[in-house]
DNA sequence: AAACAAAGTTGTAATCATTACAAATAATGA
DNA sequence: TCATTATTTGTAATGATTACAACTTTGTTT
């Protein structure tokens, strides 16, 4: 919990209980959770946090850099506490995603639009996973 | 229309009306349209079409890799009758999505999950384009 | 510490994209 | 033609996300 605290400060990003929750949950949980996982791992010990708020936290979070939002899954966002640059793979058929580590560089130096400026690289690979696939 | 037609027949896919419309009017609109933009272009012409049959359409040419489904932009789906491998760079500020051509092999050999399967590759930037920093 | 202002949280009610479904229509084969 | 199957259509659900206004917490000023 403490790491998670200063992370966000490290960020900007005042630490409130719930963001630090989120937070939190996010570093020890490195599953790639959704809106609805991380809301059901925490209102347990949180008994008053709104869905509401996981969402705004994880707005605050993404948006300063803090997290990462993977839209890889296409019906609902996907959340990565782990923010070095990374690939990810999707399971379709169990539906995990696991991430996939790049060399350094391999998301650089495309030919991107004349004077465009760059915020977000995301690289998805869909599939069946070795495990779904021994079946 | 006769190209649309026989991209599909080339792809396994029956050329109904329907079919043929949606085909041809992707590969006639390289601007990554979403559904509604497809049901929008086409309704004039094909005055019963139905949105459904516009999802059910470009559920069934992704399917058979007819066509690419993009989902760059976390509210929607995007298609893109262009399906040799390519990037895509969304500029959030105006919403265009555009193009980017690879090298061969940029995106392969990657550190993928033992045993797995990849059926498909999605490469994201997202930005400003240089119409809109220019601004 | 009291009072005030700003930021964050909460629950409920919208919104919007997508899917489910069953009836209607069109295409195919005997 | 008749029967079977595939496709299309409109409407009604679903599910993720956002809007919003009331409430609470935190931080600041005196």
Redesign the interface.
Known sequence: MIVAKQYLETHGIRPSQQRIAVMHYLLTHRTHPSVEEIYDGLKGEYSTLSKTTVYNTLKTLSESGAVL?L????TN?NYDGYVAPH?H?L??RCGKI?D????HS??MG??????????????????????C??K
């Open positions: 939002t839209n890889i899954a296409g966002a690939a793979f399971c379709t696991y996939v580590e790049l060399a391999d998301l495309k030919n991107l639009p004349e004077g465009s400026q760059i915020n977000d690289v995301q690289l998805y690979y869909k599939g069946i996973c070795g495990r696939s021994s």
